[in-house]
């Protein structure tokens, strides 16, 4: 990511200049081995593996962070922030764990954050929510924003594969890392959700208070049914607004096979925005790689370069209303589908219509597969209205209890 | 789409004197009739018939315009930007024909004019281009960008309607006007794409420059067999860049089921740009009417009174390269669909094909049809591999002299 920035500022100095309106000129980089052979040709005496050489050197002006993680670049941003340094960067976790704090020292030195490249990759996402969404009132953000999932997923839903083949296969493509949990368990969604959600509605949103559930729990069968029922398997990140609250949840979800979320491939990302003015937008594009981050890492250093030429700060200040409130899970309003393995023998579905008659949940369609006539078990496939989550949640539990019933296999919310 | 913006200057001032660090104070408003009864609740005193209250009044800063059409907004606009006013506009036909002229003014003069509503309505394209996709360099843009054209052509689609009967639907549904030849005839999406075309590429395109089809050639029986080829019918917007020269037209086109053009609906617009770093983006949305219109409006008014606040001009200039020029139609290359209609009898085939191979035209599908057996007659459906468009329209135009051949019904281009 950093070749692809240091590639672009190196060979595209011209057009960079002209279009900036002042020379952008790569003072140093900071590398773990300065020793190591790199990708892109960088003067071996820019680079540097000690920190407060870019930090202290009072004529850097503006540190670009493309590194990621927590620490030590928190503190790093924060250095470089507090000595009147600008900073642009891509780091998610970061900017949705103490972005308010890092944009409101920024406010007070009079220096920008730009963190475009911190979400959906080069898609114009922090930019459109900061100016020219800015007449509107947000009503709902929803998104396929997690490029490595959606890879996942897609190959489950084309080969029937199971999860494990799924995630090797990404890896094998360069779409996943050896460690697969911050994507698979909906943690680097939830960062950007929150990153989404605090600019969208001006609030602040931890990704602590986001609602997560990964998709380690979805079995090839479900894609088959999915489709039965018109849906696709999407890893969603949702947020909506509500009287005084909004909603904030990232977990798969079978998604309506004519919405536009539905249709995102292989590892694109897509935001889908409402609001009280504008309707609808979708944006789309690639939301992850060297080059579509470079792209909004070195799209944000020209605004900002013609910003510091004017001499004044050119971006418009955040304010994020500590007062609204994430809404508990378990208040939300959602539809659900159950897939449940029973005995197959009379009372089956009395028993389990019972549990979701007494939770007061409403039933919208409803499969039986005789599916293992030699072990006398069938798979009922149900779906719901729209009801309280904890009511979904407390039916799924009274259902795996019931005594002929096996296992509730899978409980996905339908969007 | 004036009183739009008006109601959100008048019940958000609170909200958006917030986000624009200053208070947005609504002056003056220009109108034909200053009785007529208005949508929106404004001061009688507001109102005005005489351009030179607005124009003329130095406590007047910025000139918001969406009235549309060349004079005399093109001589307001002017006035406005010679005597210091910012000028924020939706007159698509002012910045297709004489943008670059107001843009050199407004720099001259150290104001800002703004028109993101000029294209696409509130979707982010022109913030998208200025400052978003700065680092790349811009490789094509294309486009469904007018929604009249795409509603027609869906409903012609869906109930094989004639063109006329599809175009009152849409009069009747408010997606058309009275007389829809702006839209109908391409004109409409041949000024935005001289918009975006200049943009994307900092060059001069005028109107002019781009090659110009609307949709009135196509009949019903087109989309049965768009549809059994695997395509979707569009009218597209579409511009390349090649070696010092760039293509850019407006027709229709049969576009892959499977490209994310295909799937535009209704009244929406979608922009696909493919840039270097960033790859292909997709931003869709609803491209006009007055509330998408106001948005991106406001938008830019909340943007320019930021800017304002800090005494500084906050947006980029523009330059336009003259010396990069449009490359005529018949040099473009591209692949077409041909419908036939000739007698059903030995021979024809032959004479089809000898033409084509004559003209140097590579066949890619063919399908026969004898859909009129009382007549003779038959119906020749054939699509091309890419050759350069003269070459594809001499063939059109000598199959069309052929002896048995009684009429080249359709001619289309694939996209």
Redesign the interface.
């Known amino acids: 990511m950093g070749s692809?920035v240091a590639e672009?500022m190196l060979t595209?100095q011209t057009?960079?200049a002209?279009?900036a309106?002042v020379e952008l000129c790569l003072r140093r980089v900071l590398v773990r081995d300065v020793g190591k052979p790199r990708m892109v040709e960088i003067g071996r005496e820019l680079l540097t593996a000690d920190a407060a050489q870019l930090l202290d050197d009072p004529s850097i002006q503006v540190v670009v962070e493309v590194a990621g993680g927590d620490e030590p670049m928190r503190s790093y941003l924060e250095r470089a922030i507090a000595s009147g340094k600008h900073v642009v960067t891509a780091n998610k976790v970061v900017m949705a764990n103490h972005g308010p704090e890092l944009l409101s020292l920024a406010a007070e030195k009079n220096v920008d954050v730009y963190f475009?490249a911190a979400v959906g990759?080069?898609?114009?996402l922090i930019?459109?929510f900061r100016?020219?969404?800015?007449?509107?009132?947000i009503e709902r953000v929803s998104a396929v924003i997690n490029g490595t999932t959606n890879y996942v997923l897609g190959r489950m839903a084309a080969e029937e594969l199971p999860l494990e083949s799924a995630v090797r296969e990404a890896q094998a493509a360069g779409y996943a890392e050896a460690d697969p949990t911050d994507d698979v368990g909906g943690f680097d969604a939830t960062y950007k959700l929150a990153i989404l959600g605090s600019i969208a509605y001006e609030i602040r949103v931890r990704p602590s208070d986001i609602y997560r559930e990964g998709i380690d729990g979805i079995e090839p069968v479900d894609f088959r049914y999915a489709r039965e029922l018109g849906y696709a398997i999407k890893l969603i990140a949702h947020t909506q607004r509500h009287p005084g609250r909004v909603e904030a949840r990232v977990h798969p979800a079978m998604v309506p096979l004519d919405h536009?979320l539905a249709?995102v491939e292989g590892a694109n990302n897509a935001v889908f925005v409402e609001?009280?003015?504008?309707?609808?937008?979708?944006?789309?594009?690639?939301g992850a790689?060297g080059?579509?981050t470079?792209?909004?890492?070195?799209?944000d250093?020209?605004?900002l370069a013609?910003?510091i030429r004017?001499?004044?700060?050119?971006r418009?200040s955040f304010?994020f209303d500590d007062r609204v409130g994430v809404i508990p899970m378990g208040e939300v309003v959602t539809r659900a589908y159950y897939r449940i393995r029973a005995e197959d023998r009379p009372g089956v579905l009395a028993a389990v219509g019972q549990v979701f008659a007494e939770e007061g949940v409403s039933i919208s369609s409803f499969i039986q597969k005789d599916a293992w006539v030699e072990e006398k078990t069938a798979e009922l496939v149900i779906t719901t209205h729209p009801t309280a989550d904890s009511r979904l949640q407390r039916a799924r539990e009274r259902i795996a209890q019931l005594e002929p019933v096996r296992a509730v296999s899978s409980f996905l919310r339908v969007f």
Do not use: F, K, M, Y
Not at 275 to 286: A, E, F, I, P, R
Not at 294 to 299: D, I, R, T
């Open positions: 692809r672009r595209w057009q960079l002209r279009r309106g475009e990759g080069g898609i114009p930019s459109a100016t020219d969404l800015q007449a509107n009132r536009p249709q609001g009280d003015l504008v309707g609808q937008v979708l944006l789309v594009g690639q790689g080059r579509p470079a792209s909004a890492v070195v799209g250093l020209i605004d013609r910003s004017r001499g004044v700060q050119s418009p304010s």
